[in-house]
T-cell receptor, first 114, second 112 residues
Framework: QQPVQSPQAVILREGEDAVINCSSS?????VHWYRQKHGEAPIFLMI?????EQKGHDKISASFNEKKQQSSLYLTASQLSYSGTYFC???????????????FGSGTQLTVLP | NAGVTQTPKFQVLKTGQSMTLQCAQDMNHNSMYWYRQDPGMGLRLIYY???????DKGEVPNGYNVSRLNKREFSLRLESAAPSQTSVYFCARGQGVTGELFFGEGSRLTVL
């Protein structure tokens, strides 16, 4: 079951903020965030493993709302290097407590202009 | 990308031909994955392997087979290639079932 990402594309100026959302219709065990530059492999940004958990790296942070089965990625004071496609990936929570395969959303294309 | 090596990087096939994409990791991670990426479709999971000798189907397994003979290698085979399998294929390794994924550089496959 693929998670749903929104928006599909964002264009902003250097220094502006952006939020990318990721939601699932199923109970989630974890949420991953990756960034991919054109022609390159996706690069890991962060994992959120607990409901309500928030993580940050430089000016990029994320939250995980377990109840709403969604996560958001926050890019603050964006830089030119933030341009790329952002993917969220989710693993589902099964009744046995075990987590399963990681499936990705269709991506959000972020363009930062000077 | 150091850590996950995919071969070949580029391949052109004719419809009906077969081929195997090879993937090898230089770590001792249990989990390995094969994804395909098409424009506007994001990354779709073909197969994954939680440990040596075990494999499971992902979202789009039809037309593919995989083999995890040892911990280091995870290969993807197309028995009879179709134009719909034209895509970029990524192999990845991960720590455990929910650990971060580290992707290879990708293999660009074109089926004519």
């Amino acid at each position: 079951q693929q998670p749903v990402q929104s928006p599909q594309a964002v264009i902003l100026r250097e220094g502006e903020d952006a939020v990318i959302n990721c939601s699932s219709s199923k109970a989630l065990y974890s949420v991953h965030w990756y960034r991919q530059k054109h022609g390159e492999a996706p690069i890991f940004l962060m994992i959120l493993l607990k409901g309500g958990e928030q993580k940050g790296h430089d000016k990029i942070s994320a939250s995980f709302n377990e109840k709403k089965q969604q996560s958001s990625l926050y890019l603050t004071a964006s830089q030119l290097s933030y341009s790329g496609t952002y993917f969220c990936g989710t693993t589902l929570l099964f009744s046995s407590g075990s987590a399963r395969q990681l499936t990705f959303g269709s991506g959000t294309q972020l363009t930062v202009l000077p | 990308n150091a850590g996950v090596t995919q071969t070949p990087k580029f391949q052109v096939l004719k419809t009906g031909q077969s081929m195997t994409l090879q993937c090898a990791q230089d770590m001792n991670h249990n989990s390995m994955y094969w994804y395909r990426q098409d424009p506007g479709m994001g990354l779709r999971l073909i197969y994954y392997s939680a440990s040596e000798g075990t494999t499971d189907k992902g979202e789009v397994p039809n037309g593919y087979n995989v083999s995890r003979l040892n911990k280091r290698e995870f290969s993807l085979r197309l028995e009879s290639a179709a134009p719909s399998q034209t895509s970029v294929y990524f192999c990845a390794r991960g720590q455990g079932v929910t650990g971060e994924l580290f992707f290879g550089e990708g293999s660009r496959l074109t089926v004519l």
